[in-house]
Structure formats: C-alpha cells, structure tokens
C-alpha cells in the first residue's frame, strides 16, 4: 500500500499542470505565467541590462542610432525621415507595446476578446459611439496626402518590426496574465488611439439633462439657474479683444428648438477634473529676455504613463517632447525654435439629435418631410471563451443612433432613437498639425499647422526664440445658432442640422498681448463678444483666475518660477466660499471634534498642501452643502436625471439671494428650510463622517492622506502594479489640480533662447514593464513637484554624463 500516496500526488501534479496549461472561460492559462522559461520571471529587468546593442531590423533604409539617457528616453538620430518614425514606432513598442495595443481593443470595443463576458457592455458603447467609424474617418484623412501616409506607415512598420522578433516568453507580462499574444499592428489603430483621446476630452455632454431641467422648470429658471456665461470669469482670449474678420451669417434658432421630451437616461458629463494648464510669458515678463512656456494636461494618472518622452531627429526635424504611445511625432513639445502645448476647450461637439423611425424595423427615419434611409453597421463582438455578440449599429446622416427606445434605460416601445452628432465621426488629420508644429520655426507655421487640426478641441499656446507667443482654442468648430445643443435637437428638422463650419482662420486667436502673457485653464475661450457660439458651459473659472492673477503680478519670471505656479496649491474656491459660510456656523451646541474643525477652517490660510487640515474639511463640507442645496430639485439619479448648477451660480445665490426657493428642501412638506440650516446641517454632518473615518480630530485627517491620489494600472485591481495613495497636495479647482485620480500627466516647462532649455515629468516612467527600474523611477519627482532636466542632443556623438546606452538599429541584409 505504499505506492497509493505516491501515485495520488503524481496524478494530482498531472491534473494540476494540465489545469494550469489552458484556459478556463475568460479565465487564462497560469501555467505559462508561473513558468521560469517564459513566464513573468523573464519580465526582470536592471538598469545594467541596458547596454549598447546593434540590431539587423528589416525596415530601415540607413543605420539609425538611438541614445538612451539616465531616465530610459530615446533620443532617435536617423539619416531620413521614414527612418525616423520606424525608430519611433520600434523603441515605443519596446517599451510600451501592451499599452498601446490595449487601449487601442478599448477604443474599437474588443475588450471582450481579451477579458471575457464582463466587458461586453463597454464594447457595446464603444461600437455605439462609432469609435471605429471615427478612427476610418481619420485614417482617410491622414492617408490623403502622401507624406502623412508614410510617416503613419513607417511608424506601425517600426512597431510591427519589434512584434516579429519578440519571443512569447519575452512577450509584456499582462499578455501571460490575460492570455492573450500581441497581433499585428495596421494604421488604422494609430486612428484609434487619436480617437480615444477625442472620446475622453471631447465627448462629454449634458444636452439630455438640461432638456430634462427646461421641461420641468421651463425658460426662465434654466436662464436664471444655467446662464451662458459666468458672473466671475478671466477667458482665455483676454476680455475686450477685437476680432479681425468679418463674420459668417449665424443661423437663425427655430421658434420651437426643443422637441418635447423627459429623457430617463443621462449621457456622461464633462469630468471637471480632466482639464489643464498652459501658458506662456513673454521676454518683459522673462528673465531670460525671451518667453518661456509652460504646459501640464491633467488627465486620469494610470500605469504605465500616459505619455512617453521622445527626441526626434532627421534631416527635417529635432523634436522633443510628449508622445501618444500608439501615434508618431510629438504631441506637446519643442525644437530650437519653438514651444507648444494644449489644453482642452470643451466645446459643444456632440449633440444629441431625436430620431423618429417609420416602424419597429429601423430602416428609415424621418427628416426633412421625407422618410431616408438608415446605414446599418453590423458589430460582432468576439467574447472570450463566449459566443460572439452580434449588434447592428444604425447610422443617420446625424450619426449612429447610440440608443433606442426598447432598450435600457428606456422604458417605451415607441419607435424612436437618439443620435450622436459627433466631431469625432468628421474626416480629420490631428497628426499633419504635429508633423508641421514638429518642424515649425515662426508664428506663421504655428498658424498653418493649427488650421490642419480637427478635434478634440484644444488651447494651443505658443512660444518661439523670435519673442512671439500666442493662444487660440483651435479646432474644427460647428457653426451653430447660441445654444443650439445646450437642449436636445429635434433630428426631423434640417434647421437643428450642423450648419457649416466656423472659418479655421476665425477660431480665437491673441499674440503678443499688451499684458505679456498667454494663458489657459479650460475656462471660457472669450467674452461673449465673439461672434460665434462655441459653449454655453466651460470649466470653472478659479484656476484660470489664479494663474491670470499670479502671472500679471510676475517680474524677472524663471523656469523655476512657473514650475512653482504649476504646483500652486492656493484654493480660490475656498477663499470665495469660507467667508460667506463660516459667518453661518453656530458654535453654540457643537461637540469637541466640530469645535476644533471650526478652529481650524477659521484659521486655515486656504492652501491645499498635503498636511492642511483645512483643505479636507472644506472640500467635504462644501461638497455635502452643494449637494443638500440641489439635490431635491436637480438630482443626478432617478427618472428625470438632471445637472446641478454651478459652484459660480451658487456662491452668487447664497451671497446675493439668501432667500431663495432653492434652499428648502422639497422633500420635507411639514418645514421650510433655509440656507443658515443648511450651513450648519452640513458642517457637523461633515465632521461626524470624517470622525467615522479617521478617528479622532488629528493628523489623519490632513489633505494628502484623506485625499490619497492613485495612480492605478489600466488592468482594474492590479494594485500589485499601481502607485496607490501618493501624498501631495492639490485639488481639482486649484493650480495644482491633482485629485484622487486625476491630475498633471505630464509637467513641462521650455525657456526659449539660442539653445532652448526644457524641463518635464510624469508621474511614472518610459517602461510598461512593472519589472523595470523605469516603470516608476520618475514618480517621486513628480510627487515632490520638480522636474527632471530634458536632455536636448544635437548629434548622436554628443557627450554627456546622462547617457547610459546606445541601439543601433542597422538594415537587415
């Protein structure tokens, strides 16, 4: 009997290893993972494995030599352009191939392939939406001309070079976690990746909720509670400034521009803390005697970094800068001669447009007193370890019908649809704006360059060594009648139709303004005084007024100096809003824990750094009170969801109107409540939660632990590799707008001159690999707010102490 123990356990290792050899449902094989061959143990890198090494790559038309410096970024010399953005797309996809492939299955609605059954829902959507339609639009506008054909074609030959050489057990470690291996790379997913960064900047809307609103409140609350410009603003085209062109005729707005309807439904909203920061003073403001320019997009921080730090070299160009993972060129950047970078300009570019159908088939629609036919989109969704999921998009000349009515959320047979009308679905060419601003030597190329760019919407500022800068919310605008997509749009009716396009030479533009700087902060683009309707809603205005205000006071100016106002932490917010609820407050009756929070609110110096007490007290409350004030009346959920109005609307109404209807609360018919109660509800409710939180009233209590950015890995739950609970300051409506997820993806700051002199971070590293000392090597000089030195080559035989190794990449004979 002393052979049954030992066969057992070999039976059990059997069955063990063929359970772990294949997948189960969605679930991968952890075999392969665990395996010293080729699992994640091949993934280990050190810095001593980066050493000089020559590759035969079939591709390259000349030896391309690339400097790697201390902090892991590519510096590319090639002898010719093609050559150049085949090294790009190599390199990139050496560091950062599951990255791009990844987002590019999100952004055409494949995640399901990868995860199983549990994505199918954001597939759906993202096939709804028409990602892929938008992506083929946008291929064809990059392929129209020859030299953007070859840039997109040389840069996925590059990425699809290093896929064939890439041995599975050399393959990024979350390919063995999801069990799943790199496909070729095409032109099209370089679109995709342009469109998804539309998706996140420019396809919030709020069109649905305010349609909700006017048909419960009427006119006159929406004019009074949502105006179209803001009672404090500081726009990015400074106030007063003349436009010089002679407009287009704006259409005319029907009598009746609202369809009846109450929508049970809501469309995402703008994410307010998905903004940026750019500016740039000019040489009376420099020290230097020439501008310097700052940049820091603010978008959701995530593992590996969103952007990927490049120099570009050729006979025709020497770049550095930002890149987009998955896209080639340089997106926010410098040459010798000048600086750039973006913000967003929120601009109403998607509208929601009603559709009636003829009947329950979908095949036609009714516009313009005739029935049209639909274009039907056949998705299949390929589900791991699933069925396949087929779902028919319909497209109408609006755009695809994103919902219809015998789905979710709808509850109504009625044979009606709602269209996207999107500027994402427009044939478009984003990458010849930063082929030209790559090259770009004077304001008149910046000009150019802007006029080939489509969406998303952005702030492009500018600075260059002939003592220029300029800014213009730039993009491919719809020309509309005011507030024609604020509501819903009525899709039988051509005049709801987009009416044209405004001129590119008539976006907003300012050089050289008499007040020496540029500047933006996704506030609004002007006064009201420009004659075209882009938005009637933008972000808040008090980071754009805090810069505007630090930047007129600023002398002798430094890179120093605006890399401290870029981690500006001062909360004008708080500093409008204290003083007005503060005098509310009623010590009397407040226990030990609400005294001292009191105590401290009054004396906090309304700075967001990551020990302020203040700025956790003040951001809970304000946010308990704003919600108390409207929710009863506005609220977000249920069957009529609905917006709040804004944080600028409600401090006026609580200073200037303190009777108002507003602050009673409906929801209790036996009191009326009043704005004092409010004040003092919220605030002991605030301290007792912070209580249940933290504990006792304390240092845990203090901003950067109760706030606690993560910056997690685009795997949901891969904790093991995100940088969870980072400590430091900042806040969505201040400067340094750094929040629980959001915040400066990348910091950059370019002083112009002979040579220029630039400085960036991001807050992780050049490596996708969570085994390599540069997946998060630049996370701590991110976190402190200082920036790393941008090491600027003229020629691949530069010295320099920073140079750690060199690739060469030689033709393949």
Request: include cysteine; glycine fraction near 6%; aromatic fraction near 12%.
């Amino acid at each position: 009997m002393s052979y049954i123990k030992p066969v057992a356990l070999l039976l059990f290792t059997a069955v063990l290893v063929v359970a772990l050899s294949r997948n189960w449902g969605s679930v991968p094989a952890f075999g392969p993972l665990l395996s010293p061959f080729k699992g994640f143990w091949q993934n280990a890198e050190a810095k001593s494995d980066r050493t000089d090494q020559t590759l035969a790559i079939s591709g390259t038309s000349q030896p391309v030599t690339v400097v790697y410096d201390d902090t892991g970024v590519p510096h590319i010399f090639a002898q010719n352009d093609r050559d150049a953005y085949f090294a790009q797309g190599f390199v990139t996809a050496r560091d950062r191939l599951w990255q791009m492939e990844f987002q590019t299955h999100a952004a055409a609605g494949r995640v399901s392939e990868i995860v199983g059954e549990r994505a199918v829902e954001l597939d759906r959507y993202n096939r709804r939406l028409g990602m892929v339609y938008g992506a083929e639009q946008a291929l064809k506008g990059m392929t129209a001309n020859e030299a953007g054909a070859a840039v997109v074609q040389a840069y996925t030959d590059g990425i699809n070079a290093y896929i064939r050489q890439l041995s599975p057990e050399k393959y990024p470690i979350e390919y063995k976690l999801l069990g799943y291996a790199p496909e070729p790379w095409t032109p099209l997913k370089c679109a995709l990746l342009l469109k998804q960064m539309t998706q996140t900047l420019a396809s919030g809307a709020d069109d649905l909720l305010m349609t909700n609103i006017l048909q419960k409140y009427g006119k006159d609350v929406v004019a009074n509670l949502f105006p179209d410009y803001p009672s404090q603003e500081s726009p990015i085209i400074p106030a007063g400034t003349k436009w010089d062109f002679t407009p287009l005729k704006v259409p005319t707005p029907p009598a009746d521009s609202v369809p009846g309807s109450t929508l049970a439904f809501r469309w995402k909203e703008h994410d307010p803390t998905i903004g940026s920061n750019n500016w740039a003073v000019g040489s009376d403001k420099s020290a230097t005697g020439y501008p310097i320019l700052a940049n820091d997009p603010h978008l959701q921080l995530s593992l590996p970094s969103i952007w990927y730090q490049v120099q570009l070299v050729s006979p025709t160009v020497n770049v550095y800068g930002a890149s987009l993972p998955g896209t080639p060129g340089v997106i926010i950047g410098f040459n010798k001669q000048v600086a750039w970078g973006v913000t967003n300009v929120a601009s109403d570019v998607l509208d929601f447009y009603k559709i009636r159908f003829k009947d329950a088939t979908r095949k036609e629609y009714w516009h313009n007193n005739q029935w049209k036919p639909v274009r039907e989109r056949v998705e299949v969704i390929k589900v791991k370890g699933m069925p396949d999921v087929v779902d028919t998009v319909r497209y109408t000349h609006h755009g695809p019908v994103v919902y219809q009515a015998e789905e979710k959320p709808f509850r109504s047979n009625v044979p009606v649809g709602y269209a996207a009308r999107w500027i994402a679905h427009e044939v478009s060419n984003e990458l010849n704006c930063f082929y030209i601003l790559n090259r770009a030597k004077n304001y008149d190329d910046y000009v150019f360059a802007l006029a080939q760019y489509a969406s998303p919407a952005q702030n492009f500022v500018y600075a260059d060594a002939n003592n220029d800068i300029a800014i213009s919310p730039n993009g491919k605008f719809p020309l509309k009648w005011k507030e024609q997509g604020k509501f819903l749009l009525d899709g039988t009716n051509p005049v709801h139709d987009w009416q044209g396009w405004i001129p590119a030479a008539q976006n907003p533009r300012v050089k050289n303004p008499p007040r020496g700087f540029v500047s933006s902060a996704n506030q609004f683009s002007t006064d009201p005084s420009y004659p075209y309707y882009l938005n009637w809603t933008f972000a808040p205005a008090e980071r754009g007024i805090r810069i505007n205000n630090r930047l007129t006071t600023m002398k002798q100016a430094t890179p120093d100096s605006l890399r401290q106002l870029q981690n500006d932490n001062y909360n004008l917010r708080a500093a409008n809003f204290l003083p007005v609820m503060l005098p509310l407050v009623n010590p009397q009756g407040l226990n030990e824990p609400q005294q001292k929070a009191l105590s401290t609110l009054r004396s906090w110096n309304y700075y967001n750094t990551v020990d302020a007490l203040g700025a956790t007290l003040f951001t809970e409350w304000l946010n308990r009170l704003y919600k108390s004030i409207w929710d009863d009346e506005f609220s977000r959920d249920g069957e009529q969801p609905m917006r709040y109005p804004t944080y600028d609307r409600t401090l006026q109404l609580i200073t200037k109107e303190p009777n108002a209807r507003w602050f009673d609360n409906v929801k209790t018919t036996d009191r009326k409540e009043t704005m004092p109660e409010l004040v003092n509800t919220s605030f002991r409710q605030t301290v007792d939660s912070l209580v249940r939180q933290h504990g006792t009233f304390g240092a845990e209590w203090a901003w950067g632990k109760h706030k606690g950015t993560d910056i997690r890995h685009l795997i949901p739950g891969l904790d093991a590799f995100s940088a969870l609970d980072v400590q430091n300051g900042g806040g969505s409506s201040v400067v340094n707008a750094t929040t629980e997820r959001n915040g400066p993806s990348w910091r950059m700051v370019v002083a112009l001159g002979p040579q220029p002199k630039g400085f960036g971070v991001y807050p992780g590293g050049q490596s996708g690999n969570p085994g390599s000392p540069y997946y998060l090597n630049l996370l701590e000089t991110w976190r402190r707010g200082e920036l790393n030195e941008l090491l600027y080559l003229q020629s691949p035989t530069d010295k320099n102490p920073r140079i750690q190794s060199v690739l060469t990449l030689s033709p393949a004979r």
